[in-house]
């Protein structure tokens, strides 16, 4: 058996979702990063990406993964063999317990476009249906274009709804997408 990160695995697939564990914290915390800077480019200002830090994201995920605050509070990392290329958030939406939301979904952008988004989406979906939630929601940085078409593609449709984020200290637009679950 290989071991990678404090567990021991059998033979691993290729490409695969898992739950996330407390260990992937400080890898999750880089793919943030390194995905907000690639694909955030020329939406956010450069110096707010540039002071990005991976062990803030890092410290946060990890407790998220150590003291979810509810069941429906879930982190899937996605992994090419044994390296960790992926992440995603689950949590119920603020309003409603019928649609759960993706609070994030991000793809360390040297193992973009292999799969792995949709592989994540496909996981968050199930685990969302396993809950009886009826909707799916992600959101999407204004100017996000990559993202946006992700969505669109995989099913997920402008609400129309907008929210304010401060990253940083810049304040940035967020656009709703959302799918019925069959």
Request: net charge negative; hydrophobic share 45%; charged share 20%.
């Amino acid at each position: 058996m290989a071991e990678h990160h404090g567990h021991a695995h059998g033979l691993t697939a290729d490409v695969s979702v898992r739950p996330s564990f407390a260990e992937d914290a400080p890898h999750l915390g880089r793919i943030q990063v390194a995905s907000w800077r690639t694909g955030l480019a020329g939406v956010l200002p450069a110096e707010v990406l540039e002071g990005l830090d991976a062990e803030q994201f890092a410290a946060a995920w990890g407790a998220a993964i150590d003291s979810p605050p509810s069941a429906k509070h879930r982190m899937l990392t996605a992994c090419h063999g044994v390296q960790i290329v992926g992440f995603a958030a689950l949590a119920p939406a603020p309003q409603t317990q019928e649609t759960g939301e993706i609070v994030a979904l991000e793809v360390d952008p040297e193992h973009a476009r292999a799969g792995h988004g949709s592989r994540l989406l496909a996981a968050c979906t199930d685990l969302l249906r396993a809950t009886n939630a009826s909707h799916v929601r992600a959101w999407a940085i204004e100017g996000d274009e990559a993202r946006a078409a992700f969505l669109s593609t995989a099913g997920l449709e402008p609400l129309g709804i907008r929210r304010v984020l401060d990253v940083a200290g810049s304040q940035v637009n967020e656009l709703a997408f959302s799918a019925v679950l069959s």
